[in-house]
């Protein structure tokens, strides 16, 4: 999760982030490219994104007025050279952000592993001037990059001895500044949380895995997936945490001595429980506790023999490097390869040779052996069967993403169960966002293995007043990850006016602890609890809001369950909308978004979709903006792109309506464009939920439950719990880098409760992004960027206190 981003500046005072407060915002207008070229590459696998990558290098490059060119086919068209290096423009990256693999081409290069290959791919460099060079690709691709600017200098010089260039062009393009992205599917890189291309391929898994699960129940089936990861097995272990997976096998975590009886055992368990399928999962590099590999065709001849299921085998393959990008791989790409040419403007012939990285919800840049060395590592160490430290070395998003599979995927017997004699009560408030399912099964089952009776309240605190209010068992919550909406039914109703009967249904149920998953009204609802403890002693226990909303407008949180599907629905839609105009043309389409107040959709959604304009309520606009918009599009119907995208979200402007703003374009764009407006409605809160709402809503509601655990022991005295303070009343939400739970009386002072929004709203930082990635001027700040930062080793207690 999962979802990192870039710096940049806010356009309106009223909603600086934090960030922008401490310090003195530095501009890169500052920074010019003037005299510079720039060479984009993509190299090794292929993965969904690297487009979107190249396409950001080539807009921001041209933006700063540098030269950027093509290098078609990776490293093998730096050495042929002639066609395959290709100065390109503006217009040149238009209509690739939704294209999946790359559209420059990549190829595995053996020439360029020979000095001779170098030298003759630095002689087609120097030829064009190109002395930056942005490298998408893998560990292996960025190695060869960095050997490559280490002997540049040599190179030259031989050359020259040579007589390919003069002595003049030596000293001109004495120094290469490389910067690397990682465009992988495997996640298999150290230092960033997520590589370009590991998302979509979740999304194709997982699209695979709910197909197969609904012929799977028709049939009582077992399903042994085979996923990609050789050397790597974060795609099996989130692919099993987001669909629930009875089993998985890993590289990095071979199962135990006798673990053909363990699995076979836990599978006819579940059958016994009624459960109709079985799905197992099992990463391409698998292996047991002696190095011997594991594969799906010796999983599934055990199952059949040890148990007669009816078993089959589904081996992925290259499906999972295919199509569309997700909208989460699109944003990522696009502010990494942002964050590289602003590395590249600033780097110095000291600066080494750097990767732009994603830790938690920061950009951040690294250096890039210091990364290659810390990922050869991690083979090192499962080489020599050193798996605990292999994990560890994997970073902390895979120890956590681990150890919530392991606490959630196998019940342990009762007896071995705690027994805290604790009632929790889980329930949803709000409208349903895709994710509250899979929030509510990880609640409901830490709860269980913490040794807590668990109840579920149905239909929010008005189901709540009522006693809709049952116990749920663990098998209850089976199968819950995939489910959009709420099983649970969700209502908007605050608890205010039910505050008697709520308290009279937590003394009838004894519930000593409260977890409350949803969206601004769940915020609200937990202040109107936590004011109501002075008249009732029922409310005087641990409660937790866990934020899940479409519209990503709770404080304390940068990221709401729910959100990404929602974004990934308005980038989908916008995708079929932008075809169906390039084969009309001259078309420009306005579309309206959901969000409230919060233009989080709206924004995101325009970065995602490449749309030329989003109106959103924290940045004022006034018919000038309007007319200035109507302009830019006018001008780029003179080009080849001859199509236009607008965002608008829903509360953005009372008066500048999604109608008012559709006649104004169709009147301003007469003879030269014509409009078409689309409200997308509820469809944004439907659909099933992303990969990255399925394992944020496990880990955070996990997380969640460990707290009230813990806090439940706190209060605990002469036989009752009693918990008055603010921190017994907490939410938990996720703060740049890491989760961190926060008191709700606390976060009053962070709130519009008008426009129920945060004041600071950490994605405005991206709103220059969009619009110089759109072709217009505006000012961006890079404070939090420049910076290079080490690969940071953590112990095994940080993977339990820190990030996704």
């Known amino acids: 999760m999962q979802q990192g981003r870039v710096a940049g500046a806010p356009s309106s005072p009223r909603s600086a982030p934090p960030a922008a407060m401490d310090h003195q915002p530095k501009f890169f207008e500052n920074l010019s490219g003037t005299g510079k070229a720039i060479g984009v590459l993509t190299s090794g ?31 093998q068209g730096m050495v042929d050279g002639g066609d395959n290096i290709v100065e390109v423009s503006w217009e040149s990256v238009s209509s690739i952000l939704q294209v999946g693999g790359t559209v420059i081409g990549s190829a595995r290069c053996k020439s360029f592993r020979t000095r001779e290959g170098r030298l003759q791919a630095a002689c ?13 690709g893998g560990d292996g691709s960025l190695t060869g990059a960095n050997l490559f600017r280490e002997e540049w200098s040599g190179l030259l010089e031989e050359l020259a001895q040579k007589g390919k260039i003069d002595e003049e062009a030596v000293k001109k393009y004495a120094y290469l500044n490389i910067v690397g992205m990682v465009g992988s599917i495997d996640n298999d890189f150290c230092g960033t949380d997520m590589t370009i291309g590991t998302d979509s391929a979740l999304h194709r898994i997982i699209e695979v895995v709910d197909a197969i699960m609904t012929t799977a129940q028709s049939h009582q089936r077992t399903f042994v997936l085979e996923v990609m990861g050789r050397h790597c097995g974060y795609l099996a272990l989130v692919s099993a945490l987001a669909c629930g997976a009875d089993w998985v096998f890993i590289p990095e975590y071979p199962p135990e001595e006798g673990w053909e009886d363990s699995m076979c055992v836990k599978l006819s368990e579940n059958r016994a429980r009624k459960k109709r399928l079985n799905i197992i999962i099992v990463a391409e590099g698998a292996i047991d506790c002696h190095n011997k590999p594991i594969t799906s065709e010796k999983v599934k001849d055990l199952v059949v023999q040890r148990l007669g299921f009816d078993t089959r085998v589904t081996i992925l393959g290259h499906v999972q490097r295919g199509g569309t990008p997700s909208a989460f791989d699109r944003i990522l790409a696009s502010r990494m390869g942002v964050e590289a040419v602003l590395a590249l403007l600033e780097a110095t012939p000291d600066t080494p040779a750097c990767v732009v990285s994603l830790s938690g919800n920061q950009a951040v840049r690294l250096p890039l052996m210091e990364c290659v060395q810390m990922t050869q590592e991690v083979q090192k160490a499962m080489d020599e069967g050193r798996f605990v430290e292999a994990v560890r070395l994997r970073g902390r998003s895979f120890e956590n993403n681990l150890n919530t599979y392991k606490l959630l995927s196998q019940k342990k017997p009762d007896a071995e169960l705690p027994k805290t004699n604790f009632n929790v009560a889980v329930l949803n408030v709000g409208a349903p966002a895709a994710g509250m399912n899979a929030a509510v099964r990880a609640a409901v089952r830490v709860g269980i293995t913490e040794g807590h ?42 608890p205010a006016k039910y505050l008697e009967k709520i308290a009279d249904q937590m003394r009838t149920n004894n519930i000593n ?12 609802g937990l202040l109107e609890l936590s004011a109501a403890r002075e008249k009732y002693d029922e409310f005087c226990v641990p409660m937790v809001m866990v934020p899940a909303t479409v519209s990503n407008n709770v404080p304390g949180s940068d990221f709401s369950i729910g959100a990404d599907t929602a974004l990934n629905t308005i980038t989908d839609t916008c995708d079929r909308i932008k075809q169906s105009a390039s084969g009309t043309k001259r078309r420009v389409f306005i579309i309206e978004t959901m969000g409230g107040y ?15 304009a989003a109106y959103i309520f924290e940045e004022q606009f006034d018919i000038r903006e309007l007319q200035a918009n109507v302009e830019h599009l006018t001008e780029k119907m003179k080009t080849s792109i001859q199509r236009g995208l607008v965002l608008r979200n829903e509360n953005c402007n009372e008066n500048y309506t999604t109608d008012f703003i559709y006649q104004l374009y169709s009147e301003e764009g007469k003879g030269v464009f014509d409009c078409r407006k689309n409200v997308l409605g509820h469809m944004q809160q439907g659909g099933a939920p992303s990969p990255f709402d399925r394992n944020f809503g496990t880990k955070i509601s996990a997380k969640a439950m460990q707290w009230i655990s ?29 989760l961190v739970f926060q008191p709700v009386a606390e976060l009053k002072n962070e709130t519009d409760f008008v426009h129920r929004i945060p004041m600071e709203q950490w994605w405005l930082k991206l709103r220059p992004l969009m619009k110089i990635l759109a072709k217009y001027k ?25 990030a996704i």
């Open 453 to 494: 009776k668990m109840f579920a309240v149905i239909d929010g605190f008005e189901g709540f007043a009522r006693g809709k209010i049952k116990e749920i068992s663990w098998g209850d919550v089976g199968g819950w990850t995939g489910q959009g909406g709420s099983i649970l039914g969700t209502k908007r109703t605050l």
């Open 513 to 524: 602890a409260l977890m409350v998953i949803g969206g601004f009204e769940a915020y609200l």
């Open 710 to 738: 813990k806090k439940l022991k706190e209060t605990y005295r002469k036989g009752k719990v009693f918990a008055n303070t603010d921190d017994s009343v907490c939410l938990l939400g996720m703060r740049r880098r890491n």
């Open 124 to 136: 087609n460099l120097v030829k064009r001037g190109i002395t930056n060079l942005c490298v998408i």
């Open 45 to 75: 696998g292929d993965a969904q994104g690297m487009n979107a990558a190249v396409r950001a290098v080539v807009r921001m490059g041209i933006y700063v007025k540098a030269k950027v060119y093509f290098v078609y086919e990776g490293y």
């Open 778 to 802: 505006t000012s961006y700040d890079v404070s939090d960027s420049g910076q290079l930062e080490h690969v940071a080793m953590h112990s095994p207690k940080e993977a339990e206190t820190g």
């Open 598 to 612: 919060c233009g989080y959709l709206a924004n995101m959604g325009a970065l995602a979709a490449g749309a030329d």
